[in-house]
């Protein structure tokens, strides 16, 4: 049996190489596995051998004169995927709740079911549960004060909260960051990448039974945390990434900690590999459940990885590119399928990307300041506090007061572990934003649940949900 990549990198061929850290290889699949593990590619009718074996789990289309509110529920507002007529009673169907708990979420989220025996016919996501006003908040806090707040948004991967606030203030602001603090934004975001993905797949492992995932995910990911306690002092939400470049430099010794981490990673990569791929369990449970269409996931405004999983070529890391990260070279790995196995195919191919970026980063980091030499935003050298009265007054003021922002608007995205992250940001001259509005990627993904779970069954909602990878604080703000 030949294996065929499962997963491409967009136009952009993978050069061979001896190191995965240099140019990290994709993962690969067999074709004529997925066939035989029933594959039902949205948009196309299922084959008669899978029709033949069972008629459980049989893909109907729902009514079309349902209301648009009923139809963007039944997730048919985009594609009518399905081919067979819906003759079902309605007495027949029963509608329950699934929450509000943690359904394979990160927070409190409720799923209401309209079900026909073990087959969903209608899916409503309801949030608010966790709500914080985070975005409000914002307004109540100074542009010094603004990374503490929004890095516990997504408290899974805090540097891009930092990272994508200070980006739009340094934008209304006008200032040049040094080239050392973007090698180590980028640094610090990409390993926070791996990080998130990490505990994905460790969570997405035990919500579909596979437990010893979970062991192996947070094994490896003790490792980045170890080493963003080192270089920021806390675990998560690290308010490490400011306005003007980062708290503090890096500490020494960080290249050794990061050269453990790219050597401990390949190794740990094949063992989960060796536990996942071959899996039929975990095979039977990830292909062809969750299935979405490219022009769904667009049209709902999906991002990251599950938009990528669906063959959409669309990563701000090279559409956008930000804080010098075009300076690195890397791909972005593409499904074709759109299903939950793509999702895990190309996450597995973003992490081994990310850790070649970081090896890029390990062995190009320039020399020089940490954060921008404008005094306006940046604190005087605590050595200088001790020698001069304007600059210990010049501190007190800044850290107490803030610095002011010019008046405009921006919106600034950064590619998040989960999609698009984006913040509008207003400010009227003060030194306090006037408005501060945050684009969430698990918000987006969220609302696209219906158009994965419809005409599916109960028993994939957990691996379909897990999937999407949601953090709710992320949703709600």
Same mark, same amino acid.
């Given at each position: 049996?030949?294996?065929?990549?499962?997963?491409?990198?967009?136009?952009?061929?993978?050069?061979?190489?001896?190191?995965?850290?240099?140019?990290?290889?994709?993962?690969?699949?067999?074709?004529?596995?997925?066939?035989?593990?029933?594959?039902?590619?949205?948009?196309?009718?299922?084959?008669?051998? @899978?029709?033949?074996?069972?008629?459980?789990?049989?893909?109907?289309?729902?009514?079309?004169?349902?209301?648009?509110?009923?139809?963007?529920?039944?997730?048919?507002l985009?594609?009518?995927?399905?081919?067979?007529e819906d003759?079902?009673?309605e007495?027949? %169907?029963?509608?329950?709740?699934?929450?509000?708990?943690?359904?394979?979420?990160?927070?409190?989220?409720?799923?209401?079911?309209?079900?026909?025996? #073990?087959?969903?016919?209608?899916?409503?996501?309801?949030?608010?549960?966790?709500?914080?006003?985070?975005?409000?908040?914002?307004?109540?806090?100074?542009?010094?004060?603004?990374?503490?707040?929004?890095?516990?948004?997504?408290?899974?991967?805090?540097?891009?909260?930092?990272?994508?606030?200070?980006?739009?203030?340094?934008?209304?602001?006008?200032?040049?960051?040094?080239?050392?603090?973007?090698?180590?934004?980028?640094?610090?975001?990409?390993?926070?990448?791996?990080?998130?993905?990490?505990?994905?797949?460790?969570?997405?492992?035990?919500?579909?039974?596979?437990?010893?995932?979970?062991?192996?995910?947070?094994?490896?990911? #003790?490792?980045?945390?170890?080493?963003?306690?080192?270089?920021?002092?806390?675990?998560?939400?690290?308010n490490?990434?400011?306005?003007?470049?980062?708290?503090?430099?890096?500490?020494?010794?960080?290249?050794?900690?990061?050269?453990?981490?790219?050597?401990?990673?390949?190794?740990?990569?094949?063992?989960?590999?060796?536990l996942?791929?071959?899996?039929?369990?975990?095979?039977?449970?990830?292909?062809?459940?969750?299935?979405?269409?490219?022009?769904?996931?667009?049209?709902?405004?999906?991002?990251?990885?599950?938009? %990528?999983?669906?063959?959409?070529?669309?990563?701000?890391?090279?559409?956008?590119?930000?804080?010098?990260?075009?300076?690195?070279?890397?791909?972005?790995?593409?499904?074709?399928?759109?299903?939950?196995?793509? %999702?895990?195919?190309? %996450?597995?191919g973003?992490?081994?990307?990310?850790?070649?970026?970081?090896?890029?980063?390990?062995?190009?980091?320039?020399?020089?300041?940490?954060?921008?030499?404008?005094?306006?935003?940046?604190?005087?050298?605590?050595?200088?506090?001790? #020698?001069?009265?304007?600059?210990?007054?010049h501190?007190?003021?800044?850290?107490?007061?803030?610095?002011?922002?010019?008046?405009?608007?921006?919106?600034?995205?950064?590619?998040?572990?989960?999609?698009?992250?984006?913040?509008?940001?207003?400010?009227?001259?003060?030194?306090?934003?006037?408005?501060?509005?945050?684009?969430?990627?698990?918000f987006?993904?969220?609302?696209?649940?219906? @158009?994965?779970?419809?005409?599916?069954?109960?028993a994939?909602?957990?691996?379909?949900?897990?999937?999407?990878?949601?953090?709710?604080?992320?949703?709600?703000?």
């Open positions: 049996m030949s294996d065929t990549p499962s997963l491409t990198t967009g136009d952009r061929e993978t050069p061979s190489a001896e190191s995965p850290l240099e140019t990290p290889t994709p993962v690969t699949d067999s074709d004529e596995r997925r066939r035989l593990h029933d594959v039902w590619v949205a948009g196309t009718e299922e084959p008669d051998w @899978v029709k033949d074996a069972t008629d459980e789990g049989a893909q109907e289309l729902l009514s079309e004169a349902d209301e648009t509110s009923l139809a963007t529920q039944r997730g048919t985009v594609d009518d995927d399905y081919l067979v003759d079902v009673d007495e027949e %169907r029963q509608i329950i709740n699934m929450g509000p708990q943690h359904p394979s979420t990160h927070g409190v989220l409720r799923l209401q079911l309209e079900l026909e025996g #073990e087959t969903i016919r209608r899916v409503k996501p309801i949030i608010g549960y966790l709500h914080t006003g985070m975005e409000k908040t914002a307004e109540t806090l100074t542009y010094m004060q603004g990374s503490t707040n929004v890095t516990r948004m997504d408290y899974l991967s805090p540097f891009f909260n930092e990272l994508c606030f200070s980006l739009a203030v340094e934008d209304l602001l006008g200032i040049d960051i040094p080239p050392r603090a973007q090698a180590i934004r980028i640094l610090m975001t990409e390993l926070n990448r791996v990080s998130s993905h990490l505990l994905w797949v460790a969570t997405q492992g035990m919500d579909i039974g596979a437990l010893s995932m979970m062991i192996y995910g947070w094994r490896e990911r #003790e490792l980045f945390l170890e080493f963003f306690e080192s270089a920021t002092g806390l675990r998560m939400n690290h490490y990434i400011r306005p003007g470049g980062v708290a503090a430099d890096l500490h020494d010794g960080w290249e050794d900690e990061v050269e453990a981490i790219l050597e401990a990673m390949p190794g740990a990569l094949a063992e989960y590999e060796e996942l791929n071959e899996n039929p369990i975990f095979l039977d449970r990830t292909m062809g459940v969750g299935v979405i269409t490219p022009d769904e996931a667009l049209a709902y405004g999906v991002t990251g990885p599950a938009l %990528r999983a669906a063959g959409v070529d669309w990563d701000l890391r090279k559409a956008m590119p930000y804080s010098g990260i075009e300076n690195y070279e890397f791909d972005v790995p593409l499904g074709k399928h759109g299903d939950v196995h793509d %999702r895990y195919l190309v %996450r597995f973003e992490v081994r990307q990310s850790l070649g970026i970081v090896r890029q980063v390990l062995e190009t980091m320039p020399e020089g300041d940490f954060r921008t030499e404008d005094r306006k935003v940046t604190p005087p050298p605590r050595k200088r506090i001790d #020698e001069s009265m304007e600059a210990l007054i501190h007190f003021k800044l850290f107490t007061e803030g610095f002011k922002v010019p008046p405009g608007s921006v919106y600034q995205a950064v590619e998040s572990p989960r999609g698009e992250l984006g913040m509008y940001l207003v400010s009227d001259g003060s030194a306090s934003p006037w408005r501060l509005h945050v684009r969430g990627p698990s987006a993904n969220v609302q696209a649940l219906p @158009v994965m779970m419809t005409d599916s069954l109960v994939d909602i957990v691996s379909t949900l897990a999937s999407v990878d949601p953090v709710l604080g992320d949703v709600d703000r």
